[in-house]
């Protein structure tokens, strides 16, 4: 399985218990539907796990632009690690990690 180019993942490093969090990602995708051309090239999906559990689901389809960006919030109480995982229909992927600390 061949790789994906590197997601961008803007997460803080840090919160406060109760605290909401604001998480961005961005990954260079062009996303091709095969309607202008001979070529379809599609990323298919984006898992998000919080600690080993599934916190984002996310299916693209054909109306996904380039380069999808996503932000999404989550209410933080403990110290977490955060896996990401972007996957297209060729069966690249891509992985980008991140872990924030509660204190």
Do not use: K
């Amino acid at each position: 399985m061949s790789t994906l180019n590197a997601p961008r993942i803007r997460i803080p490093r840090s919160a406060r218990a109760g605290e909401v969090i604001e998480i961005r990602t961005l990954i260079e995708h062009p996303m091709e539907t095969g309607l202008q051309g001979p070529r379809r090239d599609m990323l298919t999906r984006l898992l998000v796990r919080m600690n080993g559990e599934t916190l984002l689901a996310a299916d693209f389809r054909n109306g996904t632009s380039a380069n999808p960006y996503h932000v999404f919030f989550v209410r933080m109480e403990r110290t977490s690690s955060f896996d990401f995982t972007w996957t297209d229909e060729a069966g690249r992927s891509a992985r980008a990690e991140a872990r924030v600390t509660v204190g």
